[in-house]
C-alpha cells in the first residue's frame, strides 16, 4: 500500500476513534469543521525539498502549492502535501484551498532569519488601519492564506519553527520598520483545521484566524519564551464559530485573545467575533490564560471557556477595552478554572491598550455586559479580582459563582506584608459563593434578586 494511502487510513482510524470517545465522554466543539479526505497525495522531496537544516526549500513549497492549485481534483478531495522527518527551511509561503500540510514525526518548517527588506510586505487589516505595531504595512506571516477554504494543517506532531528571536531582538531595540509577521495566519477564509502541530517561537501573534468562520485548533501545542514580546498563542479576531481545545500553550503573552479590531478602523469596518468556544487549554505566561480584547470595536459575544488550567500567569482571566473602542463585549461565561501562582485572578478593565493614531473618537465607549464567571478556583493568587469599568458606561451583569481564589500575601510598595483584596468601580452585578468576599458592587445581596438572578437560580 502507497505510504500516503496508509497514513491517512491511520489519521481517519485515529479521528473515528477520537470523534467516538468525545461524543461519548467529552464535549467538543471540533465537529463544526469536517476532517476532509485528500484523493491526491504528493511530498515535498517530489519538488526537491531537502530537509538538512540548510537547504532553502521556498521554490519547493511555492511549487508544491501551485500544483495543488491548479491540479483538478478527483472526486473533490484535494490534495495532501506530505513533510517528511527532517528540518525545511523555508521563506514565507502561502496556502491554497482544498488541501493539507501533512507534517510527519520529526518534520520541522522552519523559517529563515532574512533581511527584513527580503520579508514580503502585506496591507494592513482594514479592521485595523495600520500595522498593530507600526503605521504602515505588515510583515506577512510565516504561513499565510487568504481567502481560502478547506484547508488543514496537521500530521504526527511535526513543528513550525518561527525563529522568532531575530524580530524579538529588533523589536527590543526598536529597529522594526513595520508590524511583525505570525506564524500562521488566515484571512478571509473558511473550513480550517489545525491540528497536532507543534508551533513554536513565533515572532509575533501564533494563529490569527481573521475575518474567518468555522475554525477549528484542536491537540496543538504552542511554545515562545516567556519573555518573548506578543507572542499569543490563539488569536481569533472578526471571526465566527471558532473551536480551540485540547492544547497546552506557554508564550510570552496572552494564551488566547479573542479579537474584533482596532478603535475607529474596527468600528468602520464593523465585524464582530461571535460564538468562539475554548476548552479544556493549560497552560502558562506573564500575561493573560483567557482574554478578550483588548481591540474589541467591531464587537464580541458568545464566548464560552471552560476547564482551563493556568499556570504561572500575570493574569487568570482579562476582559480588556479601552475609551476610543467602541464595540461590544456581550455574553461571555468563562467557568471550570484551575489557576496557580498568579499575580491577579479576574480582571476587567477599561483602561487597557493603546490606539492606532489621534483619530479615535474618546465618546466611542464600549458597552460590557452579560459576564458570567462560575467554579473559578486558585492557590497562591496575589489579588483576586479588579474589575474597573467606565464612568460614563459601567460593565452591567458581571455575575460571580462560586470563586475561591487563595490570596497569599505580597509586596505591596512599602508595606512587604499586604493580603490584596478585590477593587471595583463602575460595575453592577452579583454573586454567589465567592472567596474572598467580593467588592460592595457585587455583594451577594445585589445578585439574589438583581441583575445575576437568572443564572443563581441555575445553579
Not at 461519548?24 to 511530498?43: A, F, K
Not at 510570552?252 to 468556544?277: C, E
Not at 460614563?392 to 462560586?402: G, T
Request: proline share 5%.
Amino acid at each position: 500500500m502507497p505510504r500516503f494511502q496508509l497514513y491517512l487510513l491511520c489519521c481517519a482510524a485515529a479521528a473515528a476513534s477520537l470523534s467516538t470517545l468525545s461524543a461519548g465522554e467529552v464535549p467538543t466543539c471540533s465537529g463544526i469543521v469536517p476532517m476532509s479526505y485528500r484523493s491526491d497525495n504528493i511530498s515535498i522531496a517530489d519538488f526537491g525539498g531537502v530537509g538538512d537544516g540548510k537547504t532553502l526549500n521556498t521554490k519547493a513549497f511555492e511549487e508544491a502549492i501551485y500544483r495543488i492549485q491548479h491540479t483538478k481534483r478527483r472526486g473533490g478531495g484535494g490534495t495532501l502535501l506530505y513533510i517528511p522527518a527532517g528540518e525545511y527551511l523555508t521563506e514565507s509561503f502561502n496556502l491554497t484551498s482544498h488541501m493539507t500540510l501533512y507534517l510527519a514525526t520529526g518534520a520541522v518548517i522552519k523559517a529563515t532569519q532574512v533581511e527584513t527588506s527580503n520579508w514580503p510586505l502585506v496591507a494592513p487589516l482594514p479592521s485595523y488601519g495600520r500595522g498593530r505595531e507600526l503605521p504602515g504595512g505588515r510583515y506577512t506571516s510565516f504561513i499565510h492564506a487568504d481567502g481560502v477554504h478547506d484547508v488543514i494543517i496537521t500530521g504526527e506532531n511535526g513543528t513550525i519553527d518561527g525563529q522568532g528571536d531575530v524580530w524579538w531582538n529588533m523589536w527590543k531595540q526598536r529597529t522594526l520598520q513595520y508590524t511583525r509577521p505570525g506564524l500562521v495566519e488566515f484571512m478571509n477564509s473558511h473550513d480550517i483545521i489545525i491540528s497536532n502541530v507543534t508551533f513554536k517561537n513565533s515572532p509575533f501573534w501564533n494563529i490569527h484566524p481573521v475575518y474567518c468562520s468555522n475554525v477549528v485548533v484542536r491537540y496543538v501545542t504552542i511554545l515562545a519564551p516567556h519573555n518573548s514580546p506578543n507572542t499569543d498563542g490563539v488569536d481569533p479576531d472578526s471571526s465566527s464559530n471558532v473551536c480551540i481545545e485540547d492544547s497546552y500553550i506557554s508564550t510570552g503573552d496572552d494564551l488566547v485573545a479573542v479579537k474584533s479590531g482596532w478603535d475607529q478602523y474596527g468600528i468602520a469596518f464593523n465585524r464582530p467575533s461571535t460564538d468562539i468556544t475554548i476548552r479544556r487549554i493549560t497552560g502558562s505566561s506573564r500575561f493573560a490564560g483567557i482574554a478578550v480584547g483588548s481591540e474589541t470595536s467591531g464587537g464580541v459575544k458568545n464566548v464560552l471557556a471552560e476547564n482551563i488550567n493556568l499556570y504561572n500567569m500575570g493574569v487568570g482571566i482579562h476582559i480588556k477595552t479601552n475609551t476610543g473602542r467602541g464595540g461590544y463585549i456581550r455574553n461571555i461565561t468563562v467557568s471550570n478554572v484551575y489557576m496557580e501562582d498568579v499575580r491577579t485572578g479576574i480582571r476587567i478593565a477599561g483602561d487597557v491598550g493603546g490606539h492606532p493614531d489621534g483619530n479615535f473618537n474618546p465618546t466611542a465607549l464600549p458597552a460590557v455586559e452579560g459576564l458570567t464567571l462560575d467554579g473559578i478556583w486558585g492557590q497562591r493568587i496575589g489579588q483576586p479580582g479588579l474589575i474597573r469599568g467606565l464612568k460614563d458606561a459601567p460593565f452591567m451583569r458581571v455575575c460571580l459563582s462560586n470563586v475561591n481564589l487563595h490570596v497569599v500575601r505580597r509586596k505591596s510598595g512599602k508595606n512587604n506584608n499586604t493580603l490584596l483584596t478585590w477593587k471595583c468601580s463602575d460595575v453592577s452585578g452579583g454573586s454567589f459563593l465567592v472567596s474572598p468576599s467580593p467588592c460592595s458592587e457585587l455583594a451577594s445581596s445585589n445578585g439574589a434578586t438583581g441583575s445575576c438572578s437568572d443564572h443563581f437560580r441555575n445553579l
